[in-house]
């Protein structure tokens, strides 16, 4: 089984920093994904972490510790049309599914 | 071009009806997931099939089957549908979840008056 927490919403200004943790503990880990998912859409995929430490994608960051079960996300220049909610959903190896956090309600304010 | 296609995308039906919702992908993924979102948004597996076989198949009641056809199909049949399966349902596809995620559909949304 896994437990996945992440913080249940969280508020940013626009153009603003903002980090959105994930810790998990899971057996068999092998990586880290992030989803995002607007309103009334499917979750589609951000990122994927395997190795620790940060990868940087534009103005998204993932970051991964493996040995604290521990990833956030990083939005740098926030924009309106980043709010979102953000799926964290660490992988099993040999696992045929993916299990993922409750997810972080991120809203935008000018 | 759609990779994952789900119909329909808005379903409204009445308490105790059967109703089925379908999935395609052109992905030519082994695998193919159903998803159920509830009101407070948590996604929860449902069913997964992997080259038609039946490989996941978590605590749902027995109201709700699954059919893959074909490696690239996956139709969710629910019978005697309940005020409590209103939801978004998703359907998912993948060929390694553990490397590469999941391509989700656009989702079904479900409500049972």
């Known amino acids: 089984g896994q437990n996945i927490d992440q913080p249940t919403e969280m508020t940013a200004t626009e153009g603003a920093i903002v980090q959105i943790n994930c810790t998990y503990q899971?057996?068999?880990?092998?990586?880290l994904f992030w989803y995002q998912q607007h309103a009334g859409e499917a979750p589609t995929f951000l990122s994927y972490?395997?190795?620790?430490g940060l990868e940087e994608k534009g103005r998204f960051s993932s970051f991964l510790s493996r040995s604290k079960g521990y990833s956030y996300l990083l939005l740098k220049e926030l924009q309106m049309k980043d709010s979102a909610s953000y799926l964290c959903?660490?992988?099993?190896?040999?696992?045929?599914?993916?299990?993922f956090g409750k997810g972080t309600k991120l809203s935008v304010i000018p | 071009d759609t990779a994952v296609s789900q119909t329909p995308k808005y379903l409204v039906t009445q308490m105790g009806n059967d109703k089925s919702i379908k999935c395609e992908q052109n992905l030519g993924h082994d695998t193919m997931y159903w998803y159920k979102q509830d009101s407070k948004k948590f996604l929860k597996i449902m069913f997964s099939y992997n080259n038609k076989e039946l490989i996941i198949n978590e605590t749902v009641p027995n109201r709700f089957s699954p059919k893959s056809p074909d490696k690239a199909h996956l139709n969710l049949h629910i019978n005697s549908l309940e005020l409590g399966d209103s939801a978004v349902y998703f359907c998912?596809?993948?060929?390694?979840?553990?490397?590469?995620?999941?391509?989700f559909g656009s989702g079904t949304r479900l409500t049972v008056v």
């Open positions: 959903a660490p992988s099993e190896a040999g696992s045929y599914q993916l299990t």
């Open positions: 998912a596809s993948s060929q390694d979840p553990q490397y590469y995620g999941y391509t």
């Open positions: 899971t057996s068999g880990f092998n990586g």
């Open positions: 972490n395997v190795l620790d």
